[in-house]
């Protein structure tokens, strides 16, 4: 039998010494009974993946409105490519492979609809009134939107996990501020993220049509990539080409990233977590070189893809609808649901309004748009 003591136990013999272990946890905000054979991280990371903000990542916007094809990225096949390629490199390095996928699922729940367009919409409207940012919003989800639990609001996770979450705020530690996490899996969950974006954006580009493949020739990495392909198979059909070129992207940054952090390690001298506690760089990274390849690539995909004007008037639209019916609802707030206006006495009207609007699917989102202002559709 495995139970949780046993597990436990694995975890302080087998992972490295600078993990992070279920049994050394800070536990949670309301303590609670430990689970008969779940650990803290495996409980935490079953209360994401059953809550409410979870299946919302299904219809909402990664790059591509929800709406415009099946096979676009969406918030859910993202959040869940995140926590893949972070298992994977937790693995390698003897990283809590539970932790990171507790941070990896929970790191996007905060996203309202329509992306990052959805998320300017909510800060314009909440100018002066608290402000809106995607990362804190995922933490106000499971520390207190989420309810499930007679004992306690939100999810009560455990403190691994929400100092992980913050991964842009700064977090105070023996007195100094950092500006990242400082367990690794904290910081390796912030990297996936962006292993993940930037190679299935790539993908997604060309998929749409959007991107041609003959764009992508002036970076470095693509050329690399491009021209193994070429070598190593003479005729290749043009998905097998494109699915393999992804495949090979996320493989050398996994490498890269698995390579400098083993340089990093033993130059910061990290054998434990407090050596890990004490040290002021950030661990988990990229090498010079594979950070120079990125930051070109990115502004490609920035100049090219996420500016590409169709992109830019599907997240436009998406933007327009928001406000209007965030203006809507604060005009006349007795249009909102009682569940909502409850909120209201507790968090203020601008905050209640934030909150149901943030945790609004693109579909849902679309849907009350057409409820509130088209003359014949029943509200
Ligand atoms: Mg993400």
Known sequence: MLTRIELEKRELEELAPYAAKARLSKGRVWPEKEHEFRTAFQRDRDRILHSTAFRRLQYKTQVFVNHEGDHYRTRLTHTLEVSQI????????????????????????????FGHAGEEALADRMKGHGGFEHNQQSLRIVE???????????????????????????????????????????????????????????EDGLRSGLVEEGELADLEIWKEISSYISRKYANI???????????????????????????????????????????????????QEMKELKKTWRRFLSSRFYNHYRIVRMTEKGKRLLKEIFTVYIEGPQQLPPSVLVREKRDGLYRAVCDYVAGMTDRFAQDEYRRLFEPYERV
């Open 86 to 113: 972070g298992r994977t490199i937790a693995r390698v390095l003897g990283l809590n492979e539970d932790l990171i996928e507790v941070i990896s699922l929970a790191h996007d729940l905060g996203h309202g609809p």
């Open 144 to 202: 207190l939107l989420e309810d499930s639990y007679p004992e306690f609001p939100g999810l009560n996770l455990s403190r691994e996990v929400t100092e992980g979450m913050k991964k842009h705020g700064t977090v105070i530690l023996g007195g100094k501020k950092t500006r990242f996490p400082v367990l690794m899996e904290a910081q390796l969950a912030d990297i996936a993220d962006e292993i993940a974006y930037d190679s299935h954006d790539v």
């Open 237 to 287: 059909s043009e998905v097998h080409r494109r699915r393999l070129a992804i495949r090979l992207l996320i493989n050398r940054q996994a490498q890269d990233l698995i390579q400098q952090t083993k340089k990093n390690l033993s130059s910061f001298e990290i054998q434990s977590l407090s050596d890990l506690e004490k040290c002021s760089k950030r661990i988990v990274e990229f090498s």
